[in-house]
Nanobody, 125 residues
């Protein structure tokens, strides 16, 4: 049973930074594509960033240059470093993982079978 547990959310002022973590258990972690998605109130879940099978990383245009996804395979953990936060970054952030993600669909939520419970990030202006 693959389980994902996020941590690190909270309230932060605009312009500041915040780091999220996602601990993954029950999987051969290094073979998995891992990703972060977010969902703002009243909006659909949207792609934020992904690391494809421990190789390349991909970002949504809205976070490129501000957010960094990384992974520590020894700790089975994926991270999201978020800098220069603004109010548009407010939402629930979800960690996702799957070993069968197709690269061309890496930003598609339905490609991922395993999800964390989500962690709230609120950016105050």
């Amino acid at each position: 049973q693959v389980q994902l547990v996020e941590s690190g959310g909270g309230l932060v002022q605009a312009g500041r930074a915040l780091s999220l973590s996602c601990a993954v258990s029950g999987a051969t972690f290094r073979r998995y594509t891992v990703a972060w998605f977010r969902q703002a109130p009243g909006k659909e879940r949207e792609f934020v960033a992904a690391n494809f099978r421990n190789t390349h990383t991909y970002y949504a245009d809205s976070v490129k240059g501000r957010f960094t996804i990384s992974r520590d395979n020894a700790k089975n953990t994926v991270y999201l470093q978020m800098n220069s936060l603004n109010s548009d970054d407010t939402g629930v952030y979800y960690c996702a993982a799957d070993q069968s993600v197709i690269l061309s669909s890496i930003s598609t939520a339905r490609q991922y079978d395993y999800w964390g419970q989500g962690t709230q990030v609120t950016v105050s202006s």
